[in-house]
């Protein structure tokens, strides 16, 4: 288990868990498509929605209650990407870490075995 400070609070997130790590998976997905889904109209609005998004990606990735623990009550556009940033880039630098001391890097575990990636490249 890691911990991420995030806007002054400790955030708790083990990225190596591969059910933590679906989940972290699947709400990037979603915030990749989350532009689609803005409401036209006020951009307070748009903001609010917004920022329901990242509270949204904390809650489910984090565990409920982490975007309360992070944010309060309030509903602010910049803290709530700043913290989503902060909390996206602290996990890749910490896998990426990982990856770069270890002698079996995660890509490669990933990636199957010999026969496997030999057959696929055979393929191309």
Known sequence: M??????????????????????YESQLEQ????KEEI?????????RFLC???????DDVAGEGT????????????????AFYAFTEAVSGEIKGYTETTSLPIDAALA??????????RKK
């Open 67 to 82: 975007a309360q623990h992070l944010f309060g009550e309030r509903t602010n556009l910049k803290d709530c990407f700043d």
């Open 112 to 121: 199957g075995n010999r026969a496997q990636r030999r057959a696929a490249e």
């Open 2 to 23: 890691s911990i991420y400070t995030i806007q002054g609070q400790d955030v708790e997130f083990d990225p190596f868990d591969v059910e933590a790590y679906e989940r």
């Open 39 to 47: 409401p036209t109209g006020s951009a307070a609005a748009g903001m």
């Open 52 to 58: 329901h998004a990242v509270m949204d990606f904390f």
């Open 31 to 34: 915030m990749r498509k989350i």
